[in-house]
């Protein structure tokens, strides 16, 4: 079955050439100018993947990005000429899977949209093989078939990168991991962004999860202690 992935950006040269490169390698491709007709046809059928510009007319990538959010863990890519910090931070805040400058290779694109395929394909076969994985600490329950995260009782919701995040580190309880290693493990040896993608999947998930017992290693990285494992 062929992945789907659906291309906003109000560009029509860069709207072509991602989609031409896409197709070529057999993904079926849906595109649109801006947020709200994407939004309004893909109600019915949604894709595998988004690609998202940033700077749209009307609703903007980020808002579109924060609604899909809302209804789905797909993986989203920004493309953004915006290459502050700042910018890629916001992003990956509001639960974007990776984000690429202006201007870019559309190969380069095509690499980072097959990597993350990969991951999510990797990841449901693993569900799939390991039906009984469960992982208990405390009033953290993490059930890797299906993928769902529950704590105190009540299920939390969280992306793909939330999720592999608290997989590692329930995993290997009280061990720290640097800064380097998780983003490695958790966006592959040839992301190149800054290792602040950690600390701001940290953030995100101290908030989700209020009394999460993962603790900051100042200096180097994160671990997840079972000594702060009784609930309040």
């Known amino acids: 079955m062929k992945h789907s992935i659906f291309i906003v950006e109000d560009d029509p040269n860069i709207r072509d050439i991602v989609s031409t490169y896409l197709k070529k390698e057999g993904y079926h491709v849906s595109m649109a100018d801006n947020a709200e007709d994407a ?14 510009d940033i700077m749209l007319p009307g609703m903007d990538g980020y808002e579109l990005c924060k609604k899909i959010r809302q209804q789905s863990e797909v993986p989203i890519i920004i493309i953004s000429a915006k290459d502050e910090e700042v910018d890629k931070i916001l992003g990956l805040e509001l639960g974007s899977d990776d984000y690429l400058t202006k201007p ?50 009540d299920e939390v919701e969280v992306t ?46 101290r908030k989700k999860i209020d009394g999460l017992p993962v603790e900051t290693v100042w200096g180097y990285g994160y671990r997840l202690s079972s000594i702060n494992e009784e609930s309040e």
């Not at 009984?132 to 009033?139: A, H, T």
């Not at 009280?174 to 602040?196: H, K, M, P, V």
Request: no cysteine; aromatic share 12%.
């Open 104 to 153: 870019f290779s559309p190969r380069e694109l095509v690499a980072r949209v097959k990597r993350l395929f990969k991951r999510v394909d990797t990841s449901n076969t693993s569900n799939e093989q390991q039906d009984s994985d469960y992982y208990e600490l405390g009033e953290l329950k993490l059930y890797v078939d299906g993928r769902r995260v529950f704590w105190k009782g």
């Open 160 to 205: 793909t990168k939330e999720f592999d995040m608290l997989h590692i580190l329930i995993r290997n309880q009280n061990r720290a991991f640097a800064r380097e290693e998780l983003l490695a493990l958790i966006w592959g040896e040839d992301y190149f962004g800054s290792d602040r993608a950690v600390d701001d999947l940290i953030k995100r998930l």
């Open 39 to 52: 939004w309004e046809l893909t109600k019915e059928h949604a894709p595998n993947m988004w690609i998202l």
